[in-house]
């Protein structure tokens, strides 16, 4: 039951913040073709994202670094998705940067929204933070 309403509120916060997102991305590209796309693929390699993050993380870490760690992490994935789903092909510098900036700031919300409503304390974060270390 715990894990079902988890799962519901992280829905809920995905919905409200994909909701959000349409626009933004819609007005950076000048249309919401290709921008639906861009939001569902950011949408659901956020939700994966935390279990990365576990991965690869280190124990000895403070708070603090592995939240710089993950922004970092973040970063690198919304440039990378952005620019899959565009083909690396922007018409200007500005739309380019309002893409990236739209696509960081929401893969890093959805992360943070996943790994706090969904993936703390489950057995799949706790195996993915012992792996690379523990074995």
Excluded at 80 to 109: C, H, P, Q, Y
Aim: hydrophobic letters at 55%.
């Amino acid at each position: 039951m715990k894990s079902l309403l988890r799962l519901a509120a992280f829905l809920t916060l995905f919905s409200m913040i994909f909701l959000i997102s349409i626009p933004v991305f819609a007005q950076a590209e000048g249309g919401e073709g290709s921008s639906f796309n861009l939001i569902w693929v950011n949408g659901l390699v956020a939700f994966f994202l935390p279990l990365v993050i576990s991965f690869f993380k280190k124990q000895s870490w403070s708070p603090q670094a592995t939240r710089v760690f993950a922004l970092v992490i973040s970063g690198v994935v919304g440039v990378v998705t952005v620019g899959s789903n565009s083909g690396w092909d922007f018409a200007s510098t500005s739309e380019f940067f309002k893409l990236i900036i739209g696509s960081i700031t929401e893969i890093w919300v959805v992360a943070q929204v996943a790994y706090l409503s969904f993936w703390k304390g489950t057995t799949p974060e706790a195996k993915a933070s012992d792996a690379l270390y523990n074995s």
